[in-house]
């Protein structure tokens, strides 16, 4: 029993540390795609920023804004950070405290509920700017929940497993990626829209929102939203890698290093695509998900399906 909290106690420290140098990796790389110096002023080219940073806005005084509704106000952060940190429970180690089954419908019911937290910020908060942030954000993610759920359809229909472990380790041969290409690329773009990350961020549209559904939040508030956002995004990245380039686990050590490039490559990935794009306008992202990928998923699955039933029957 000991053990196994202190596996998870460290596991979440080095989450928590992944995600505070992800936040530098992408002010570095945003720097760079901008032809311009990212962080390098604290400590050697930068490396401490994310510490420096960690440290100013959890000792900052947390503000009570007078019109808000304190207790959803409080709880909201606090609800999102916790569910970003359940979705690592799906890590697939050898060194896991747990195993999943059910890993998919595990991910599905949390990710469902990770709309509830941007909700209650920006209903909460008391302020219009947040609660039309909230509002956009919520009816996203509803609407690209949709996408994921049919994508996801796809490794259980070729594996029959809900299990993540047992989807990666059934790639040896070849990547899920190169037999579902275009469901792939249909996939990450869901991601990016799932996490409200550029160009589909409609809910914290600066020049829109002033910073949308977390208007009203600094110091702890903040921080802890920023840390559900990055770890979500990161989260995300580990399920890409799963699902379409995934691999045996015979040799550990070669194969978590090899793993860990793969989540690295999309986890930029989402750095690159807010480097290169412009903002959506948003009525084309809400027909991008139901007028585009909804009908090539279901064409995709009918066809995967009738293919299926030829041969097993």
Same mark, same amino acid.
């Given at each position: 029993?000991?053990?196994?909290?202190?596996?998870?106690?460290?596991?979440?420290?080095? #989450?928590?540390? &992944?995600?505070?140098?992800? *936040?530098?990796?992408?002010? /570095?790389?945003?720097?760079?795609?901008?032809?311009?110096?990212?962080?390098?002023?604290?400590?050697?080219?930068?490396?401490?920023?994310?510490?420096?940073?960690?440290?100013?806005?959890? *000792?900052?005084?947390?503000?009570?804004? +007078?019109?808000?509704?304190?207790?959803?106000?409080? #709880?909201? !952060?606090?609800?999102?950070?916790?569910?970003?940190?359940?979705?690592?429970?799906?890590? =697939?180690?050898?060194?896991?405290?747990?195993?999943?089954?059910? @890993?998919?419908?595990?991910?599905?019911c949390?990710?469902?509920?990770?709309?509830?937290?941007?909700?209650?910020?920006?209903?909460?908060s008391?302020?219009?700017? $947040?609660?039309?942030?909230?509002?956009?954000?919520? $009816?996203?993610?509803?609407?690209?929940?949709?996408s994921?759920?049919?994508?996801?359809?796809? !490794?259980?229909?070729?594996?029959?497993?809900?299990?993540?472990?047992? #989807?990666?380790?059934?790639?040896?041969?070849?990547?899920?990626?190169?037999?579902?290409? =275009?469901?792939?690329?249909?996939?990450?773009?869901?991601?990016?829209?799932? +996490?409200?990350?550029?160009?589909?961020?409609? &809910?914290?549209?600066?020049?829109?929102?002033?910073? @949308?559904?977390?208007?009203?939040?600094?110091? &702890?508030?903040? &921080?802890?939203?920023?840390? $559900? %956002?990055?770890?979500?995004?990161?989260?995300m990245?580990?399920?890409?890698?799963?699902?379409?380039? @995934?691999?045996?686990?015979?040799?550990?050590? %070669?194969?978590?290093?090899?793993?860990?490039?793969?989540?690295?490559?999309?986890?930029?990935?989402?750095?690159?695509v807010?480097?290169?794009?412009?903002?959506?306008?948003?009525?084309?992202?809400?027909?991008? *998900?139901? /007028?585009?990928?909804? =009908?090539?998923?279901?064409?995709?699955l009918?066809?995967?399906?009738?293919?299926?039933?030829? #041969?097993y029957?």
């Amino acid at each position: 029993m000991y053990i196994s909290m202190l596996s998870c106690l460290f596991s979440y420290i080095c #989450i928590l540390l &992944a995600v505070a140098f992800f *936040t530098l990796l992408e002010r /570095k790389g945003l720097s760079y795609i901008q032809i311009r110096k990212g962080p390098n002023k604290v400590g050697l080219a930068g490396l401490p920023q994310p510490i420096a940073d960690a440290a100013k806005l959890l *000792t900052k005084e947390i503000a009570k804004p +007078t019109m808000a509704n304190y207790s959803p106000y409080f #709880i909201a !952060p606090i609800f999102s950070f916790i569910l970003a940190l359940f979705l690592w429970q799906l890590y =697939p180690s050898m060194y896991s405290s747990s195993y999943f089954k059910w @890993g998919i419908l595990f991910f599905m019911c949390v990710s469902g509920l990770n709309v509830y937290g941007t909700l209650l910020a920006g209903w909460s908060s008391n302020s219009k700017y $947040a609660l039309l942030g909230s509002l956009r954000a919520i $009816a996203q993610t509803i609407s690209y929940e949709v996408s994921m759920a049919l994508i996801l359809l796809f !490794p259980l229909f070729l594996m029959g497993s809900f299990s993540f472990i047992e #989807i990666k380790e059934s790639q040896e041969l070849i990547w899920f990626m190169f037999i579902m290409l =275009p469901v792939s690329f249909m996939w990450f773009v869901t991601c990016v829209a799932e +996490t409200n990350r550029a160009p589909f961020d409609f &809910a914290e549209g600066e020049s829109e929102l002033v910073s @949308g559904f977390n208007i009203e939040y600094g110091a &702890a508030g903040f &921080a802890l939203i920023f840390l $559900a %956002e990055y770890a979500n995004i990161l989260v995300m990245s580990l399920f890409t890698a799963l699902i379409f380039l @995934g691999g045996s686990s015979m040799i550990i050590f %070669e194969s978590d290093i090899m793993f860990m490039m793969k989540v690295l490559f999309f986890a930029f990935l989402f750095i690159w695509v807010r480097g290169s794009y412009p903002r959506f306008r948003y009525d084309l992202l809400m027909g991008l *998900t139901w /007028k585009s990928f909804l =009908p090539t998923a279901l064409c995709f699955l009918l066809m995967i399906n009738s293919l299926i039933y030829i #041969i097993y029957y």
